[in-house]
């Protein structure tokens, strides 16, 4: 819309990591969504509210702003906003007690 200044809108394009002709709003919605399938609505709301979608952005787990780019792209071919796809909480490898191939003994 004319209405937005063209500075904002340049700045969240370069600073948010992923550069895309998408309005800020599918921007923002793709990560809304994928917040609230994260179980991370509430700081979403909040970051928006308070200007620092930016800070939450960089604060969220690995593979969410991909996630998030997924949406996107699903929404500009279709029209429609698909599942979001979430990545997998996979634990930093040697780390995960559970995981016997990263068990290694000596014995």
Do not use: F, N
């Amino acid at each position: 819309s004319p209405d937005s200044p063209p500075a904002k809108r340049a700045s969240s394009a370069d600073s948010s990591g992923y550069d895309t002709d998408l309005p800020d709003e599918v921007q923002q919605e793709a990560v809304r969504r994928v917040c609230g399938a994260l179980g991370l609505k509430e700081q979403y709301d909040a970051a928006v509210a308070a200007g620092e979608l930016l800070e939450l952005l960089e604060s969220l787990p690995r593979g969410t702003v991909e996630a998030s780019i997924r949406l996107m792209r699903g929404y500009t071919r279709t029209g429609e906003w698909p599942e979001p796809i979430l990545p997998s909480p996979a634990p930093e490898r040697g780390r995960s007690p559970r995981s016997p191939s990263d068990e290694w003994s000596d014995e």
